[in-house]
């Protein structure tokens, strides 16, 4: 917020934060998941509930996974100093994009896949395009790409449209124990990001870009691929998700634009302890800050909170824990720690 | 003779050049040649009677958008006010339930709470350093929650009459013919309030802040007070609109919605750089107008529904793609 | 550095509408097998160019309004019209917690997002309190899923996951895509109860719903044919596209009015906003006179009616809805207009319907409910029984004898 929380000094942290000998974000936000699970617990408890129940483990378990492509993708892009707010147009665009090529046909399954991904990548190369040639300010350039994917969406398709095939339905629906299918592919591909901003060059000018554009451009970094780059792997994020709405409806809709899973994905990634200014912050903390958000959702929904209620609650509990991270990130100590670990980010960067 | 000429040629290039260069004059310029197109398709719409409904129904936004520019140009966000807007409206509908004898008691109380709202914006962003996009998003969940959990889920009760004046009528008031609008009177003082504002050290100092937090830190003003009354300029003009909207159109359980962002961009589109630090008020006036005009355009053109928004999408970004040609090279 | 920027701009805005274009043929190359049959069926000739529009079904809805309901007429929530029973003998006393009483009622409710919605979800309540004092419901379990499928899908599976539902009453949010997950819900064991939106599958013990959106469409069209002279101008006011049951109203509106001398000048979404239907109307009126409003659903019906009073035009033939803010409108002016209904008592209705499935009773496999509009002839009676209710409350609730009337409804 304040420019003066030492803009130029923003490094990657996410590689280096276990070698910290205090709490970095990541780990307040792994605390905070466990004193929302107790609490929430206790609270189900008392009612005569149980939230750990098989039943309530994999409901919690599905809630993250849909939000969680999303807010993966959306990390990448939040690193890099960006947003992207077409997100989830681009949910709805791919799922009727999967489920009307498959039409119903499991040998076009792979087809149906290929084609959401290729358009997902397309929006999002645009949106890249847009932000770092034509210097569009990145909420102006994917809103309004957001609106075009809607009037697309709203001209082109009168309601749910396709068929998924039951082989790619188990994409939705199988589980294992209490995980579902869906959740391990997206820890799979929450930890493809982490393996990407943590060991390879192309992570670190992520955070370089994010951390201050101009130093990272002084200092050789090409910013405007990494810009479209962090773009197109966010959409793909998206339309990976708009291929578990599509395996979980048997069908496409368009009104998954309406879940508000663009804002839901930008709280989901402050949560987490990125910096919603970009250069700091952790994919692993994302994946806990999607888990904070479903474990509210669960506990709600066992204890039967009304609807209306949940977004009050919702709304102060995002603010209160960025309150409590933006707290630490202000304490003069975890400063220190800052430029110790852009030292080890710097490191680590050459060995890449 | 030739001085003339030559004066008149070089302040024409200026003017040229001013258009070309981007910045707030794009604005002006989509603004006209939306207008024009209008009028050419419908020359009923250059009567006095349509552009004074025009302006009527745009005022609320250009409303908004004056509030959105104090907080966008001091670096910040402000996502809360469409919610505000709805909320104020129907706590407005509840506590007056029509009684005409409760519409000034009530407009008191909603401008405290939509101070009391922005005060809570502007200090969680400022002194509790949680990112503007974040306080006033979960602002808006909480307010689209709270007065939702408040009216069992719709809108009860009704706006008085003397309430809707402002928002629904004009002067003279005969219904069909040439009036004036109340909201463009209320829209115009907004605007150069707004003006005479920034014109003030207050104003200076909200740009410098915009522009460079510490700097201005270093020369003396107090960073987080700027903002903070940014913020509670936002949330009082957001009060302002929604007695603006509830006036015009009633209570309905969709009011305010999505208006966060139309404020936001037509914020933008007039040129003021989202982050802070450049852009003038009168600008967001035009972007906000300029916004409207589109819509109308859209209905006269009798675009299909469905298509306007990709419409408005490429617009948008083509328009402020132009303006920020130049910006930094 | 400018002409490159010049250019690439346009090559964005360029490739952005071909990507549009793109995009545009790949699903049509091949159509998708749900929707075909409906799309086909649909003769070209017809007039109503949604692909929503299926012959079958506006015939029957069209017919099955003037069939009389069967079951005792002041409690329309427990008419049928042409009902096909089924058994439920296998249901009654089966499974659960306890025998005979206090069972769990679990309801998988798609949203209390709009007034009708709430409304319906405050005289649902009242109706479980009655059967919770009688000791026929112990616990009433909801989940609201906030008009997201997704959430609804979860929802569902976690009642037949927890096991001990006696009953599940689900309220889709949307037909098309529910429908795995309902039909896991079947496969349970458990009585499934569906209404108001329906899901394509029949494996539930009953659908209940009114009579539909062709019958509601085409009730507000045809007044408008017969209010209107040939020629007139109508505008329609729509919420919003690719909702079926919002679809169905307009498709047999546009027969209606394909088959008419009707002259409709627009079709306009509004997502129910009462300024964006005001502005719009104003709009319409600067450009020429409007004879009639046809709207697919009552929000800001007033709205528009103001419109033309500001404009100082005469009141149009109005197509609104059993919402109190519009008939108190409708009063007002003495404009001619209809209050078209979706009948809001449909909610209390899947209640008794466990009631009489745990009791073994038969029930009808589709339970159609009747779907009458208000008209200018019983304005009054109506006005008159909801005087003190709040103007977003609709006439048609059907909640008057329950015990918590009118509190539960005017105190919220």
């Known amino acids: 917020m304040t420019a003066g929380t030492g803009a130029g000094t923003k490094v990657g942290t996410g590689a280096g934060s276990a070698r910290r000998h205090h709490l970095g974000s990541t780990e307040i936000v792994y605390l905070a998941l466990v004193g929302i699970l107790v609490i929430a617990g206790v609270l189900v408890a008392v009612r005569g509930g149980n939230l750990f129940a098989q039943g309530n483990v994999s409901y919690m378990l599905t809630q993250t996974s849909l939000l969680g492509f999303v807010a993966v993708g959306q990390t990448l892009v939040v690193l890099c100093r960006s947003l992207d707010l077409s997100v989830g147009y681009v949910v709805a665009l791919c799922s009727l994009i999967g489920a009307t090529t498959m039409a119903g046909d499991p040998s076009r399954v792979w087809l149906g896949v290929v084609a959401a991904l290729a358009v997902a990548a397309g929006v999002g190369l645009v949106n890249g395009l847009i932000i770092s040639a034509l210097r569009v300010n990145a909420f102006i350039a994917t809103l309004g790409m957001g609106l075009i994917v809607k009037g697309f969406l709203d001209t082109r398709f009168k309601g749910p449209e396709g068929e998924v095939p039951l082989a790619f339905q188990t994409f939705g629906y199988t589980r294992i124990g209490p995980v579902p299918v869906s959740t391990i592919v997206m820890l799979l591909v929450a930890a493809a990001a982490f393996v990407l901003l943590t060991r390879t060059r192309a992570g670190y000018h992520m955070f370089a870009v994010g951390g201050n554009l101009d130093v990272a451009r002084l200092s050789g970094v090409r910013t405007g691929r990494t810009l479209v780059l962090a773009h197109v792997l966010c959409s793909l994020c998206a339309g990976v998700a708009g291929l578990l709405i599509a395996a979980r409806f048997g069908t496409g809709n368009a009104l998954v634009y309406s879940y508000g899973l663009d804002l839901d994905s930008i709280a989901a990634v402050v949560l987490g302890g990125t910096l919603l200014f970009g250069g700091r912050g952790s994919v692993v903390g994302t994946v806990g800050g999607v888990a904070i958000l479903a474990v509210l959702d669960t506990a709600f929904n066992v204890l039967d909170v009304n609807p209306f209620f949940k977004d009050v609650l919702r709304g102060v509990i995002i603010i209160a824990a960025v309150a409590l991270y933006a707290r630490r990130q202000i304490d003069p100590a975890s400063r220190r720690v800052r430029f110790g670990t852009k030292g080890s980010a710097a490191r680590g960067g050459d060995v890449a | ?329 | 550095m400018r002409p490159i920027r010049a250019l690439l701009a346009g090559t964005a805005a360029a490739g952005l509408l071909l990507l549009t274009a793109c995009t545009t043929d790949a699903p049509t190359e091949q159509p998708p097998a749900a929707e075909k049959s409906a799309a086909e069926e649909e003769p070209a000739e017809s007039g109503a160019e949604s692909e929503w529009f299926v012959q079958e079904d506006y015939d029957r809805e069209l017919a099955q309004r003037d069939v009389e309901p069967e079951g005792p007429a002041d409690q329309p929530w427990l008419q049928a019209i042409e009902p096909e029973y089924v058994d439920t003998a296998d249901f009654a006393g089966e499974g659960g917690t306890s025998e005979g009483g206090d069972k769990t009622l679990c309801f998988s409710n798609a949203s209390v997002s709009n007034p009708w919605r709430v409304t319906g979800w405050i005289t649902m309540q009242q109706q479980v309190e009655v059967l919770q004092e009688e000791g026929v419901i112990g616990e009433f379990r909801v989940s609201d899923a906030a008009d997201d499928d997704n959430k609804q899908i979860s929802d569902i599976q976690a009642f037949v996951e927890a096991g001990d539902c006696d009953a599940i009453v689900i309220s889709p949010s949307t037909t098309a895509t529910l429908t795995p997950a309902v039909e896991a819900a079947c496969e349970s064991g458990t009585p499934v109860i569906v209404f108001d939106r329906g899901v394509n599958t029949d494996c539930m013990v009953t659908f209940i719903h009114p009579i539909g959106g062709y019958a509601y469409g085409a009730v507000g069209a045809e007044f408008l044919v017969d209010n209107l002279d040939p020629g007139a101008t109508v505008l329609a006011l729509r919420i919003l596209p690719g909702v079926d049951v919002l679809e169905h109203r307009w498709a047999a509106a546009d027969k209606v009015f394909s088959e008419s001398d009707i002259d409709v000048v627009g079709v306009e979404f509004t997502g129910g906003d009462g300024a964006k239907i005001k502005d719009l109307v104003t709009q319409y009126l600067q450009r020429g006179e409007i004879d009639g409003i046809w709207m697919d659903a009552g929000d800001g019906a007033v709205a528009a009616v103001e419109a033309f009073e500001d404009a100082g035009q005469p009141y149009p033939v109005f197509v609104g809805e059993d919402e109190m803010s519009f008939l108190r409108k409708w009063d007002e002016t003495g404009m001619t207009a209809i209050g078209n209904v979706y009948s809001n008592f449909q909610w209390r209705t899947p209640i008794l319907a466990a009631q009489m499935i745990w009791a073994g009773e038969e029930v009808p496999s589709e339970w159609v409910l009747p779907q009458e509009p208000v008209v200018q002839e019983d304005l009054a009676d109506f006005l008159e029984a909801n005087a003190d209710m709040p103007s977003l409350h609709y006439a048609k609730f059907g909640g008057e004898d329950l015990p918590g009337y009118p509190e539960a409804w005017t105190d919220r």
């Open chain 2, 1 to 329: 003779m030739t001085l003339t000429a030559e004066t008149s040629r070089s302040t024409a290039r200026q003017w040229r050049e001013r258009l070309l260069s981007g910045g707030s004059w794009t604005v002006l310029a989509l603004l006209v040649v939306v207008l024009v197109v209008i009028v050419v398709i419908n020359p009923s719409f250059a009567e006095p009677v349509s552009l004074m409904a025009f302006a009527k129904k745009a005022a609320p936004l250009v409303v908004l958008a004056v509030g959105q520019y104090f907080v966008i140009v001091s670096g910040e966000f402000d996502l809360s006010v469409g919610s505000l807007v709805g909320a104020q409206v129907v706590i407005a509908a509840r506590l007056m339930d029509g009684d005409e004898a409760l519409t000034w008691p009530v407009l008191g109380l909603m401008l405290v709470f939509g101070l009391l709202v922005g005060l809570v914006n502007g200090l969680v962003t400022t002194l509790l350093r949680v990112p503007s996009f974040i306080t006033t998003l979960g602002m808006m969940l909480v307010l689209f929650g709270a007065i939702r959990l408040w009216t069992g889920g719709a809108p009860t009760g009704a706006l008085s009459e003397s309430f809707r004046v402002l928002g629904r009528k004009g002067f003279p008031d005969v219904p069909g013919q040439f009036q004036v609008p109340y909201a463009l009177l209320v829209a115009l003082v907004v605007v150069g309030f707004a003006v005479l504002l920034m014109r003030r050290p207050f104003g200076r100092s909200l740009v410098a802040a915009g522009d460079n937090a510490v700097a201005t830190a270093y020369s003396g003003a107090s960073v987080w007070w700027l903002r903070t009354r940014a913020f509670l300029l936002s949330s009082f003009l957001a009060t302002v609109a929604a007695v603006l909207i509830g006036g015009f159109a009633g209570v309905t359980a969709q009011v305010g919605q999505g208006l966060e962002f139309m404020a936001i961009t037509a914020v933008v589109l007039g040129g003021v750089a989202l982050g802070g630090g450049r852009g003038t008020v009168v600008a967001a006036m035009v972007g906000a107008l300029a916004l409207e005009a589109l819509f109308t355009l859209f209905n006269q053109l009798a675009l299909p529904s469905t298509i306007r928004p990709a419409v408005q999408g490429v617009i948008i970004i083509v328009a402020v793609a132009y303006a920020a040609r130049r910006r930094r090279t």
